[in-house]
């Protein structure tokens, strides 16, 4: 009788993280929507988080990111289709945020904390899959334009303010909801809008027939879309349907979609306007002015969806080296890793306290609201979004071989992460922005002083930072400054933030390591005085207590 061998016995592997509350396991994020004005919201957001850290709801993630959306031009008899096709686990994502409001609950039920609550949710959303933001932010940005559209905004905000998902393809009419994306940017352009080929023929009634191109087209799956395009007095901005009034399909023809390093479970697509029907949007020749409002928001996106896989790669680190064993001890037991943990820790909580007040910034609608908004916005989708690359990759490590073969979660987070900060403007265009902002909007620098003033006292180190960054600000900085007076901006902000609501050691080994000359450039170089074990603690996902709850 042969005896049977087991050639290995599985030990020393963590368990997946998922079945968790991507919520109330995050305590930055769940502190920050308290004190940001969200906390009627709480239990509501927990519910979602919940749902979102099941395992069933992670797999959605991985399994729209593997199936990519397909490009279908012709139907069988050749008829001109121009229809994205998606894998079903985007469809159940995509309803999931629909129906719990991500695209645009702030307009459509505006109260006090909306812009906090949304943007809470969005951020867990993009842990689980981040392709699903992108039509999501884009009808954000596009629902708070159409405000200000009488006509367009009374027969299209219904639909966008749906919680419905109805993917189907036909007119939006006959839709239960609607979304919207849009398309900017030009082969010969890039960000240079001015650049723009794209023509724009009246017609009569306020429409036009659209001729010309774009070289990135966003989530062409949409029902409608914002538009930049040459009028006869200039550049300016055109709500362009899927489908036209009379239920044909407009002229908008899909050349083909991106082959993206990441991102990759969402349409990017290069696109041809053949005499496409459109209505114009605010006055010929004030294009970038009108559409600007959207990317306000869509930039406030940018920040939130970094910040949320900067907590995800975290997490994974964190959660990897609390169960994995080396060298007698586990991996958060040994000091020099748990100073690289603590140092990820710190960097994801800093990213989330700024994108959470930077969002609170949005449902005050003071004129110093504004203005830090205006300045703020931009300064932090420089300096949150040039981070997530970093933070990732270092978290990536952390998990060692482990975190690099593609049955990890962490090859797709670490593909992502470049996106947002060139997504919107990359940073040098939204570096120079934050220039524009301090020399067109005078109550700006007031109100990052403002802002800095409530945590004076609280730490020499960041009060000494603050001073000096609002010294630089007021010298009227040179653009070739430009960058590190968005570093100086956003770590302010950071540091006291931090310094006012986090626990000491947070708020100590930030301000040790990221506002003095006495920190190294990589992860994990904290200074010795910095108690790594209570950031670390306080930043680790307690999977098994909730997992068991349910």
Request: glycine fraction near 8%; proline fraction near 6%.
């Amino acid at each position: 009788m042969t005896q049977a061998f087991q050639t290995h016995e599985v030990v020393n592997q963590p368990p997946p993280l998922a079945d968790y509350d991507l919520f109330t396991t995050d305590l930055p994020l769940a502190e920050a929507v308290v004190r940001s004005g969200g906390g009627r919201a709480a239990e509501g957001l927990s519910e979602f988080g919940r749902t979102l850290g099941l395992a069933r709801t992670l797999d959605l993630g991985v399994q729209a990111n593997r199936s990519p959306p397909v490009l279908k031009t012709f139907d069988r008899f050749g008829h001109r289709r121009d229809e994205v096709e998606f894998h079903p686990a985007w469809h159940e994502l995509m309803a999931l945020a629909v129906a719990e409001g991500l695209h645009t609950s702030p307009w459509a039920a505006p109260r006090a904390g909306a812009h906090v609550v949304r943007a809470a949710g969005f951020y867990m959303l993009g842990q689980v899959e981040a392709g699903v933001q992108c039509p999501l932010a884009m009808t954000y940005g596009a629902a708070a334009v159409l405000r200000h559209a009488s006509e367009l905004g009374e027969e299209w905000l219904p639909r966008l303010f749906s919680r419905q998902y109805d993917p189907s393809f036909r007119p939006a009419g006959e839709k239960r909801g609607a979304l919207m994306g849009m398309g900017l940017t030009e082969k010969q352009g890039g960000s240079d809008l001015r650049a723009v080929t794209t023509r724009a023929e009246p017609v009569g009634d306020g429409a036009y027939r659209l001729i010309g191109h774009k070289w990135f087209f966003s989530a062409p799956m949409c029902d409608a879309f914002l538009v930049l395009a040459q009028a006869p007095r200039g550049l300016t901005c055109f709500f362009l349907p899927r489908w036209t009034p009379q239920g044909d399909l407009n002229a908008i023809r899909l050349q083909r979609l991106k082959d993206k390093l990441g991102n990759r479970a969402n349409a990017s697509s290069e696109v041809e306007f053949e005499n496409a029907l459109a209505w114009r949007l605010g006055d010929e020749g004030h294009g970038v002015a009108t559409i600007i409002e959207m990317a306000v928001y869509t930039r406030l996106d940018c920040v939130l969806g970094s910040a949320g896989l900067m907590r995800q790669a975290t997490a994974q680190a964190l959660h990897h080296a609390a169960h994995r064993r080396a060298f007698g001890r586990r991996l958060a037991e040994h000091p020099l890793m748990a100073n690289v943990l603590a140092d990820l820790a710190l960097e994801s909580e800093a990213a989330t306290a700024l994108a959470i007040r930077l969002a609170e910034a949005f449902d005050r609608d003071g004129p110093e609201d504004a203005a830090f908004a205006r300045l703020v916005t931009p300064a932090a989708k420089f300096w949150v979004c040039k981070r997530a690359p970093i933070l990732t990759a270092e978290a990536l490590e952390v998990l060692g071989g482990n975190g690099y073969v593609e049955e990890s979660p962490m090859p797709r987070l670490y593909r992502e992460a470049p996106v947002n900060s060139i997504w919107e403007g990359s940073g040098n265009v939204i570096a120079l922005d934050v220039l524009r902002a301090l020399a067109r909007e005078p109550a700006a620098i007031a109100a990052l002083e403002t802002e800095l003033a409530a945590a004076r006292g609280g730490d020499p180190r960041l009060d000494a930072h603050a001073h000096d960054t609002l010294q630089a600000l007021r010298a009227g900085p040179a653009e070739a400054a430009a960058r590190q007076i968005c570093e100086r901006i956003a770590l302010s902000l950071q540091g006291a933030l931090l310094v006012r609501f986090a626990p000491t050691a947070v708020a100590d080994g930030f301000c040790a390591s990221r506002l003095t000359g006495h920190s190294g450039r990589a992860f994990g170089t904290l200074p010795p005085a910095v108690d790594t074990g209570a950031i670390i603690e306080r930043a680790t996902p307690q999977v098994t207590a909730i997992a068991s709850a349910h």
